[in-house]
């Protein structure tokens, strides 16, 4: 599990085509900086691991491109020890960007594979989220609900009714929204029934599927 300078090199690199690209968070651009995404690969993709690319990483999975990754973490606005809902944690980069920006992470994952490969890897790098675990996302985690932030790592056809319900007042859901292209949809919650809707601009993302695998 080597991460050397020349990574850390090629870290600063990423980092400069994220802003030149629109990211202006520090707090984004600092845990981009400092985790290695080439031990979140496969072997054979690790050489390319800091070009603004996805990249498959079994069960039909991918880990989403340094932009996407940025975006979504950048629209949740975390501060410190926000607890942050997670679905889809895939290969854990995403969730190592969120930890690593001070938030409490509960994720779920629902292909067991992907979860064991994950949940036995992040502890290494010193990633820990306060809990992972094996699950359908469309239900969410009602029994540590209410969140101040949600955020969908799978394209969504609709936004489900438990995330929506999980989420604090205030609290805001970054969910792409979609078939075959999806709109970046941002929710914030008003009050207890009332949401405020935001598009912004279209990704491509695996489907989030239902049930567990």
Known sequence: MKDTAKHQGLRNQLVNVLQDKGITDKNVLEAIKKIPRHLFLESSFAEYAYQDMAFPIGAGQTISQPYT??????????QKDHKILEIGTG?????????????????????NELFKKTYSFLPKLGIRPKLLTFGDGYKGLP?????????????????????MAQLKIGGRLVIPLGEDVQIMTLLIRKNETQFEKHELGEFRFVPLLEDKN
């Open 69 to 78: 990754v940025a975006f979504q973490s950048q629209l949740l606005e975390i």
């Open 143 to 163: 029994g540590f609900a209410p969140f101040d932030s949600i955020i969908v790592t799978a394209g969504a056809p609709f936004i489900p009714k438990p995330l």
């Open 91 to 111: 290969s854990g980069y995403q969730t190592a960007v969120l930890f690593m920006m001070g938030a409490k992470v509960f994720s779920v994952e629902r292909q």
